[in-house]
Protein backbone atom coordinates (compact mmCIF):
# COMPACT_ATOMS: atom_id res chain seq x y z
CA UNK A 1 0.00 0.00 0.00
CA UNK A 2 0.84 3.17 -0.62
CA UNK A 3 0.38 7.04 0.93
CA UNK A 4 -1.92 8.74 -1.63
CA UNK A 5 -2.17 11.66 0.79
CA UNK A 6 -5.65 12.14 -0.44
CA UNK A 7 -9.26 10.63 0.17
CA UNK A 8 -10.35 11.33 -3.38
CA UNK A 9 -11.96 8.36 -4.99
CA UNK A 10 -9.27 7.30 -8.08
CA UNK A 11 -10.17 5.90 -11.13
CA UNK A 12 -7.28 7.43 -13.60
CA UNK A 13 -3.89 5.60 -13.08
CA UNK A 14 -0.68 5.38 -16.04
CA UNK A 15 2.47 3.93 -15.37
CA UNK A 16 5.00 5.69 -17.18
CA UNK A 17 7.80 3.85 -16.35
CA UNK A 18 11.20 4.73 -14.82
CA UNK A 19 9.53 5.44 -11.38
CA UNK A 20 7.45 8.04 -12.88
CA UNK A 21 3.58 7.13 -12.74
CA UNK A 22 0.05 9.50 -12.31
CA UNK A 23 -3.37 9.24 -10.51
CA UNK A 24 -6.66 11.26 -11.09
CA UNK A 25 -9.96 11.63 -9.22
CA UNK A 26 -12.77 12.96 -7.82
CA UNK A 27 -12.70 16.75 -7.07
CA UNK A 28 -9.98 17.25 -9.84
CA UNK A 29 -7.56 15.60 -7.87
CA UNK A 30 -4.08 14.95 -10.02
CA UNK A 31 -1.05 12.86 -8.37
CA UNK A 32 2.38 11.92 -9.72
CA UNK A 33 4.87 10.14 -8.42
CA UNK A 34 8.90 10.25 -9.85
CA UNK A 35 10.51 7.97 -7.42
CA UNK A 36 8.40 4.60 -7.78
CA UNK A 37 5.52 5.62 -5.10
CA UNK A 38 7.63 6.55 -2.26
CA UNK A 39 5.97 10.07 -2.24
CA UNK A 40 2.95 11.13 -4.27
CA UNK A 41 2.76 14.69 -5.02
CA UNK A 42 -0.67 16.26 -4.97
CA UNK A 43 -0.57 18.44 -8.35
CA UNK A 44 -2.12 22.05 -8.24
CA UNK A 45 -5.54 21.81 -9.01
CA UNK A 46 -6.92 22.69 -13.28
CA UNK A 47 -8.33 25.65 -13.42
CA UNK A 48 -12.14 25.18 -13.07
CA UNK A 49 -12.09 21.69 -12.01
CA UNK A 50 -13.10 21.97 -8.41
CA UNK A 51 -16.42 19.65 -9.05
CA UNK A 52 -14.74 17.39 -12.07
CA UNK A 53 -14.17 13.39 -11.52
CA UNK A 54 -10.75 12.87 -13.79
CA UNK A 55 -11.70 9.12 -15.04
CA UNK A 56 -8.70 8.83 -17.18
CA UNK A 57 -4.93 10.11 -17.16
CA UNK A 58 -2.55 9.45 -19.62
CA UNK A 59 1.36 10.52 -19.63
CA UNK A 60 3.96 10.75 -21.09
CA UNK A 61 7.16 11.81 -18.81
CA UNK A 62 6.96 13.45 -15.49
CA UNK A 63 6.54 16.59 -16.79
CA UNK A 64 3.99 15.96 -19.64
CA UNK A 65 0.36 14.52 -18.74
CA UNK A 66 -3.08 14.84 -20.07
CA UNK A 67 -6.57 14.57 -17.94
CA UNK A 68 -9.97 13.28 -18.64
CA UNK A 69 -13.15 14.37 -16.83
CA UNK A 70 -16.40 12.48 -17.03
CA UNK A 71 -20.03 13.68 -16.58
CA UNK A 72 -23.01 14.79 -18.47
CA UNK A 73 -21.98 17.79 -21.39
CA UNK A 74 -19.38 20.13 -20.49
CA UNK A 75 -18.31 18.20 -17.23
CA UNK A 76 -16.43 16.10 -19.56
CA UNK A 77 -13.45 18.07 -20.13
CA UNK A 78 -9.72 17.67 -21.31
CA UNK A 79 -6.94 19.51 -19.92
CA UNK A 80 -2.81 19.15 -20.44
CA UNK A 81 -0.03 20.01 -18.40
CA UNK A 82 3.64 20.17 -19.72
CA UNK A 83 5.47 21.36 -16.69
CA UNK A 84 5.21 18.50 -14.24
CA UNK A 85 1.48 19.80 -13.09
CA UNK A 86 1.95 23.37 -11.76
CA UNK A 87 0.14 24.40 -14.35
CA UNK A 88 -2.94 23.32 -16.67
CA UNK A 89 -4.50 24.22 -19.84
CA UNK A 90 -8.04 23.10 -20.92
CA UNK A 91 -8.03 22.28 -24.22
CA UNK A 92 -11.42 20.34 -24.63
CA UNK A 93 -15.13 20.70 -23.47
CA UNK A 94 -17.61 18.43 -24.50
CA UNK A 95 -19.98 20.09 -26.95
CA UNK A 96 -22.97 18.13 -27.03
CA UNK A 97 -25.01 18.17 -23.89
CA UNK A 98 -26.24 14.81 -23.86
CA UNK A 99 -22.80 13.35 -24.74
CA UNK A 100 -20.88 11.44 -21.29
CA UNK A 101 -17.18 10.75 -22.21
CA UNK A 102 -15.83 6.89 -20.78
CA UNK A 103 -12.22 6.90 -21.76
CA UNK A 104 -9.35 8.23 -23.60
CA UNK A 105 -5.91 6.80 -25.13
CA UNK A 106 -3.35 7.70 -26.69
CA UNK A 107 -1.20 5.96 -29.46
CA UNK A 108 1.84 9.22 -29.63
CA UNK A 109 2.90 12.07 -28.06
CA UNK A 110 0.30 13.39 -30.84
CA UNK A 111 -2.00 10.83 -31.83
CA UNK A 112 -5.15 9.61 -28.98
CA UNK A 113 -8.96 8.40 -29.64
CA UNK A 114 -11.44 9.46 -26.87
CA UNK A 115 -14.65 7.05 -26.67
CA UNK A 116 -17.91 8.82 -25.54
CA UNK A 117 -21.54 6.93 -24.81
CA UNK A 118 -24.10 7.42 -28.03
CA UNK A 119 -25.47 10.77 -29.52
CA UNK A 120 -27.63 10.66 -32.41
CA UNK A 121 -27.28 6.82 -32.47
CA UNK A 122 -23.80 6.71 -32.99
CA UNK A 123 -21.01 5.90 -30.41
CA UNK A 124 -18.73 9.35 -30.03
CA UNK A 125 -14.77 8.90 -31.11
CA UNK A 126 -12.82 11.60 -30.96
CA UNK A 127 -9.52 11.65 -32.61
CA UNK A 128 -6.67 14.14 -32.60
CA UNK A 129 -3.34 14.41 -33.73
CA UNK A 130 -1.93 17.40 -32.43
CA UNK A 131 -1.38 16.42 -28.74
CA UNK A 132 -4.61 17.45 -27.93
CA UNK A 133 -4.88 21.31 -29.43
CA UNK A 134 -7.96 19.74 -31.50
CA UNK A 135 -10.52 16.97 -31.76
CA UNK A 136 -12.50 15.60 -34.08
CA UNK A 137 -15.60 13.87 -34.62
CA UNK A 138 -16.53 12.60 -38.14
CA UNK A 139 -20.18 11.75 -37.81
CA UNK A 140 -20.91 8.93 -39.65
CA UNK A 141 -17.40 7.27 -38.62
CA UNK A 142 -18.20 5.74 -35.61
CA UNK A 143 -20.24 2.52 -34.61
CA UNK A 144 -24.36 3.07 -35.15
CA UNK A 145 -25.59 2.31 -31.45
CA UNK A 146 -29.09 2.91 -29.87
CA UNK A 147 -28.39 5.25 -27.10
CA UNK A 148 -31.37 4.06 -24.92
CA UNK A 149 -30.38 0.75 -24.99
CA UNK A 150 -26.32 1.01 -25.33
CA UNK A 151 -22.97 2.60 -23.17
CA UNK A 152 -19.61 2.55 -22.96
CA UNK A 153 -18.08 2.83 -18.77
CA UNK A 154 -16.15 4.87 -17.41
CA UNK A 155 -14.94 2.91 -14.21
CA UNK A 156 -11.27 3.26 -15.30
CA UNK A 157 -10.45 4.47 -18.39
CA UNK A 158 -9.93 1.27 -19.88
CA UNK A 159 -13.14 0.34 -22.32
CA UNK A 160 -11.34 1.93 -25.23
CA UNK A 161 -7.68 0.36 -26.09
CA UNK A 162 -5.73 1.39 -29.19
CA UNK A 163 -4.26 -2.05 -29.90
CA UNK A 164 -0.81 -2.95 -29.22
CA UNK A 165 2.87 -2.74 -30.77
CA UNK A 166 2.46 -1.84 -34.41
CA UNK A 167 -1.22 -2.58 -34.31
CA UNK A 168 -2.84 0.73 -34.37
CA UNK A 169 -6.71 0.44 -34.12
CA UNK A 170 -9.41 1.80 -31.89
CA UNK A 171 -11.31 -1.10 -30.39
CA UNK A 172 -13.53 -1.08 -27.45
CA UNK A 173 -15.86 -2.93 -25.17
CA UNK A 174 -19.95 -1.57 -24.43
CA UNK A 175 -22.88 -2.77 -22.31
CA UNK A 176 -26.28 -2.04 -21.16
CA UNK A 177 -29.43 -3.60 -21.99
CA UNK A 178 -29.15 -4.28 -25.49
CA UNK A 179 -25.59 -6.78 -24.05
CA UNK A 180 -22.14 -6.69 -23.73
CA UNK A 181 -20.41 -6.30 -27.23
CA UNK A 182 -16.85 -5.77 -28.67
CA UNK A 183 -16.19 -2.99 -31.19
CA UNK A 184 -13.05 -2.98 -33.13
CA UNK A 185 -12.09 -0.66 -36.33
CA UNK A 186 -11.26 -2.92 -39.21
CA UNK A 187 -10.14 0.34 -41.25
CA UNK A 188 -11.55 2.86 -43.63
CA UNK A 189 -13.19 1.82 -46.95
CA UNK A 190 -14.04 4.48 -50.20
CA UNK A 191 -17.13 4.50 -51.32
CA UNK A 192 -19.02 6.48 -54.18
CA UNK A 193 -22.71 6.14 -54.74
CA UNK A 194 -23.22 2.89 -52.67
CA UNK A 195 -21.91 4.22 -49.12
CA UNK A 196 -23.89 3.38 -45.80
CA UNK A 197 -26.67 5.49 -44.76
CA UNK A 198 -25.53 8.45 -42.32
CA UNK A 199 -22.21 7.82 -43.72
CA UNK A 200 -19.40 10.24 -45.78
CA UNK A 201 -20.12 10.36 -49.44
CA UNK A 202 -15.99 9.39 -49.66
CA UNK A 203 -15.22 6.90 -47.47
CA UNK A 204 -16.15 5.29 -44.27
CA UNK A 205 -15.39 3.04 -41.19
CA UNK A 206 -15.68 -0.52 -41.17
CA UNK A 207 -16.24 -1.82 -37.81
CA UNK A 208 -16.43 -5.68 -36.58
CA UNK A 209 -19.14 -6.04 -33.68
CA UNK A 210 -19.34 -9.37 -31.44
CA UNK A 211 -21.58 -10.21 -28.92
CA UNK A 212 -19.26 -11.14 -25.32
CA UNK A 213 -20.75 -13.34 -23.10
CA UNK A 214 -20.62 -11.26 -19.93
CA UNK A 215 -22.93 -10.05 -18.44
CA UNK A 216 -25.08 -7.54 -20.14
CA UNK A 217 -29.11 -6.62 -20.24
CA UNK A 218 -29.19 -4.37 -17.92
CA UNK A 219 -27.69 -0.67 -17.40
CA UNK A 220 -25.22 -1.29 -14.85
CA UNK A 221 -23.71 -4.49 -17.11
CA UNK A 222 -21.50 -4.78 -19.84
CA UNK A 223 -17.58 -4.27 -20.90
CA UNK A 224 -15.75 -2.39 -18.28
CA UNK A 225 -12.74 -3.14 -19.20
CA UNK A 226 -10.27 -4.78 -22.20
CA UNK A 227 -6.75 -5.39 -22.96
CA UNK A 228 -5.25 -7.17 -25.93
CA UNK A 229 -1.62 -8.57 -25.03
CA UNK A 230 -0.91 -9.08 -28.76
CA UNK A 231 -2.89 -8.64 -32.18
CA UNK A 232 -4.94 -11.89 -31.21
CA UNK A 233 -5.00 -12.85 -27.17
CA UNK A 234 -7.40 -10.64 -25.22
CA UNK A 235 -9.44 -10.08 -21.89
CA UNK A 236 -12.51 -8.61 -21.47
CA UNK A 237 -13.95 -8.31 -17.86
CA UNK A 238 -16.94 -6.45 -16.24
CA UNK A 239 -20.14 -7.89 -14.97
CA UNK A 240 -22.76 -6.02 -12.94
CA UNK A 241 -21.48 -3.17 -10.70
CA UNK A 242 -25.14 -3.08 -8.50
CA UNK A 243 -24.23 -6.59 -7.84
CA UNK A 244 -20.07 -6.58 -6.99
CA UNK A 245 -19.78 -10.38 -5.54
CA UNK A 246 -21.47 -12.22 -8.26
CA UNK A 247 -19.12 -13.73 -10.38
CA UNK A 248 -21.20 -14.94 -12.73
CA UNK A 249 -20.05 -13.32 -16.82
CA UNK A 250 -17.13 -11.15 -14.93
CA UNK A 251 -14.61 -12.60 -17.41
CA UNK A 252 -14.10 -13.84 -21.43
CA UNK A 253 -11.26 -14.19 -23.41
CA UNK A 254 -10.33 -13.97 -27.24
CA UNK A 255 -7.95 -16.16 -29.49
CA UNK A 256 -8.52 -14.50 -32.68
CA UNK A 257 -8.45 -10.98 -32.26
CA UNK A 258 -11.97 -10.35 -31.32
CA UNK A 259 -13.92 -12.55 -33.59
CA UNK A 260 -14.86 -15.07 -31.06
CA UNK A 261 -14.97 -14.84 -27.46
CA UNK A 262 -15.55 -17.81 -24.70
CA UNK A 263 -16.62 -17.32 -21.19
CA UNK A 264 -13.96 -17.79 -18.57
CA UNK A 265 -14.83 -21.53 -17.04
CA UNK A 266 -13.72 -20.09 -13.61
CA UNK A 267 -14.34 -16.47 -13.18
CA UNK A 268 -13.52 -13.93 -11.45
CA UNK A 269 -14.72 -13.72 -8.04
CA UNK A 270 -16.86 -10.55 -8.66
CA UNK A 271 -16.89 -7.48 -11.15
CA UNK A 272 -14.03 -6.17 -12.28
CA UNK A 273 -13.66 -2.96 -13.53
CA UNK A 274 -9.99 -3.21 -14.76
CA UNK A 275 -7.59 -5.90 -17.27
CA UNK A 276 -4.26 -5.68 -17.84
CA UNK A 277 -1.53 -8.42 -18.93
CA UNK A 278 1.97 -8.55 -16.50
CA UNK A 279 4.57 -9.33 -18.85
CA UNK A 280 7.35 -10.34 -16.31
CA UNK A 281 4.20 -13.08 -14.87
CA UNK A 282 3.01 -14.05 -18.20
CA UNK A 283 -0.20 -13.83 -16.53
CA UNK A 284 -3.40 -11.35 -16.34
CA UNK A 285 -4.48 -9.47 -13.29
CA UNK A 286 -8.11 -8.13 -13.00
CA UNK A 287 -8.96 -5.89 -10.99
CA UNK A 288 -12.41 -4.50 -9.02
CA UNK A 289 -14.40 -3.07 -6.13
CA UNK A 290 -14.10 -7.13 -3.71
CA UNK A 291 -10.75 -7.78 -4.89
CA UNK A 292 -8.11 -8.52 -7.67
CA UNK A 293 -7.50 -12.26 -9.22
CA UNK A 294 -4.83 -13.69 -11.72
CA UNK A 295 -4.74 -15.69 -14.92
CA UNK A 296 -2.03 -17.92 -16.12
CA UNK A 297 -3.67 -19.83 -18.74
CA UNK A 298 -4.83 -16.75 -20.93
CA UNK A 299 -8.01 -16.20 -18.75
CA UNK A 300 -9.67 -19.66 -18.82
CA UNK A 301 -9.51 -19.93 -15.04
CA UNK A 302 -8.92 -16.96 -12.44
CA UNK A 303 -7.57 -17.60 -9.12
CA UNK A 304 -7.60 -15.15 -6.07
CA UNK A 305 -5.23 -12.18 -5.36
CA UNK A 306 -6.13 -9.77 -3.12
CA UNK A 307 -9.33 -8.66 -1.51
CA UNK A 308 -8.76 -4.57 -1.93
CA UNK A 309 -11.47 -2.57 -3.08
CA UNK A 310 -10.01 -1.05 -6.48
CA UNK A 311 -10.72 0.69 -9.55
CA UNK A 312 -8.40 0.99 -12.33
CA UNK A 313 -5.07 -0.99 -13.25
CA UNK A 314 -1.64 0.53 -14.89
CA UNK A 315 0.66 -2.08 -13.64
CA UNK A 316 2.42 -1.84 -11.11
CA UNK A 317 -0.19 0.02 -9.86
CA UNK A 318 -3.79 0.22 -8.93
CA UNK A 319 -5.85 2.69 -7.47
CA UNK A 320 -9.75 2.89 -5.68
CA UNK A 321 -11.88 4.38 -3.44
CA UNK A 322 -10.59 7.21 -0.41
CA UNK A 323 -7.60 7.46 -2.12
CA UNK A 324 -6.21 3.77 -2.37
CA UNK A 325 -2.86 3.41 -4.28
CA UNK A 326 -0.66 -0.04 -3.92
CA UNK A 327 1.93 -1.22 -6.12
CA UNK A 328 2.49 -5.13 -6.94
CA UNK A 329 4.85 -7.19 -5.54
CA UNK A 330 6.13 -9.03 -8.21
CA UNK A 331 8.60 -10.82 -5.28
CA UNK A 332 5.18 -12.30 -3.02
CA UNK A 333 3.22 -12.88 -7.14
CA UNK A 334 3.13 -16.80 -7.25
CA UNK A 335 1.08 -19.28 -9.11
CA UNK A 336 -2.28 -20.61 -7.15
Not at 19 to 44: F, H, N
Not at 147 to 160: D, K, P, Y
Request: hydrophobic letters at 35%; charged letters at 20%.
Amino acid sequence: MQMSGTTAGLRGIHSVGGGVAWASGTDGTVLRTEDGGYMWQRCAMPPGAEKLDFRGVWAWDENTAMVMSSGPGEQSRIYKTTDGCSHWTLLFTNPDKGGFWDAFQCFDLNTCYMLGDPVQHEFQLWHTEDGGLHWLLEHGRSPQAESALQSAFAASNSSLSLGVGTVFEPLFGSGGKAGAYFYRSMGIVACSDDCPEHNSPAQYDVWQKTQVPTAGGSASSGIFSLAFRDENHGIAVGGDYTRPNDPAGTAAWTSDGGQRWTAATKPPRGYRSAIAWDSSAKAWIAAGTNGSDISYDEGKTWAPLDDGNWNALSLPWVVGPQGRIAKLDLGKLARK
